[in-house]
């Protein structure tokens, strides 16, 4: 296989949840996966390395922002445009928590959840930019993981819905940044929909006082309706490898 043909994913949170089936539906021999996460990923690993797919797994935890930045700069030093017909950043990391009325949220709950869903994949992203400023045009796409919550405001859920909303912000105004210059990243904000996967779990298990809408999230749950995480990553992959991708900035993948 010519070089060229070769794809770089860089994806945080690929632990567990859709991060995790992000990872697994990309190994690939045409692939190098670069993964983010505070723990080793030894069973990602093995898999990758069974399917001759080239991986790093990168132990960082997000809430400290410089460390997420440096880490993204070791792992893309020496790597040039000639390696690679596409480079992505996929920013799935992200906390549910807390959830909780506003005025039972201490100021240390503020701070992690503004560093892992907003700080970190705004970071991330100008670092990113910055590092892959030279490759041509089409070749960089950032994605950066939404949330209906963006849109929808929730009791309880404050904190989450603003960081999700500026980050769909954010990434407008890159886009515009972006779109002016003669090689432009491709960025979208994407909401995958609602999916199975430990966020979903910790939406259930919080106190019933604290989050008016539990009920409709369990009867949810048992009626089947949330995604596999493999099946809403099959989902945001066919929209990241689209001809249209970064057309529309901010996008519902169940309506896409
Ligand atoms: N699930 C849904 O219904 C749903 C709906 C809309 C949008 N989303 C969005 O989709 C994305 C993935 O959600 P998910 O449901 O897969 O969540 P999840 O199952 O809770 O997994 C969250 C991932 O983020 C990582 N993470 C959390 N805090 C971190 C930190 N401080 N440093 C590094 N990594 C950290 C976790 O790593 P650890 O294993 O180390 O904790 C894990 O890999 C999120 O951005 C979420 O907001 C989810």
Known sequence: MRASARKLYIITGASRGLGAALAGLLIDPAHRLVCMARAPLPALQARAVAANCEFASVAVDLC????????????????????YSEICLINNA???????????????????????????????????LRLTADWPAGLRKVVNLSSGAAQKPY????????????????????????????????IAALAPGMIDTGMQAEIRAVPAEDFKEQ????????????????????????????????????VDLRHA
Request: include cysteine.
């Open 215 to 250: 009920s409709r999230f369990l009867a949810l749950q048992q009626a089947g309706a949330l995604a596999t995480p493999e099946a809403a990553g099959r989902r945001l992959i066919s929209h990241l490898q689209g001809d249209d991708f970064g057309a529309q900035t901010v």
């Open 94 to 128: 992200g906390t549910v928590l807390p959830i909780k009325p506003a005025e039972k949220i201490r100021a240390e709950e503020i701070m992690t959840s503004v560093a892992v869903n907003l700080a970190a994949p705004m970071a991330l992203t100008a670092a990113f």
């Open 64 to 83: 400290d922002v410089a460390a997420a930045v440096a880490a993204l700069e070791s792992a893309l030093a020496g790597v040039t445009h000639g390696d």
């Open 155 to 186: 009791q309880g859920w404050s904190v989450y819905c603003a960081t999700k909303a500026a980050l769909d912000q954010f990434s407008r105004c890159v886009a515009l940044e972006q779109a002016d210059l003669a090689n432009g990243a491709r």
